[in-house]
């Protein structure tokens, strides 16, 4: 039974530090600077399209990111650095479909 009590208790106290080393988490990033768009984390299209599954390359994604698209979607190349971008990246590609 995946859904059990046990499957609860074992995630509940613990702390994940090595999640914090870093500043960058691009979960979060992508929900506050991406989800408004590209909705349910980036699951489902709203305004921009599903990113889940995309058939897009690193390369694309992170020029998209960067340069944003003229009239559809923000550039974010001066509010994210690179490794910031990177996570974002690491996030959309953790996305199962
Ligand atoms: C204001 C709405 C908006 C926001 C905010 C936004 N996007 Fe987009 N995004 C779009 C739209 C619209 C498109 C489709 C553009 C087009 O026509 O090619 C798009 C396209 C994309 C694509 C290319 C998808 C594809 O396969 O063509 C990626 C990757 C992407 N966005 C990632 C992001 C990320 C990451 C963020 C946050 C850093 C973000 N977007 C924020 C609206 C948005």
Do not use: W
Request: with cysteine.
């Amino acid at each position: 039974m995946p859904f059990g009590l046990s499957a609860q208790q074992s995630q509940a106290p613990k702390q994940d530090q090595s999640a914090r080393e870093t500043d960058i988490e691009g979960g979060t990033m992508f929900a506050t600077s991406c989800g408004f768009c590209h909705e349910n984390g980036g699951r489902a299209a709203g305004k921009g399209p599903k990113l889940a599954g995309t058939a897009r390359s690193d390369d694309f994604i992170v020029e998209r990111i960067k340069k944003g698209k003229p009239g559809a979607m923000p550039a974010f190349g001066g509010a994210f650095s690179e490794s910031q971008i990177m996570a974002i990246l690491a996030y959309i590609r953790s996305l199962e479909e």
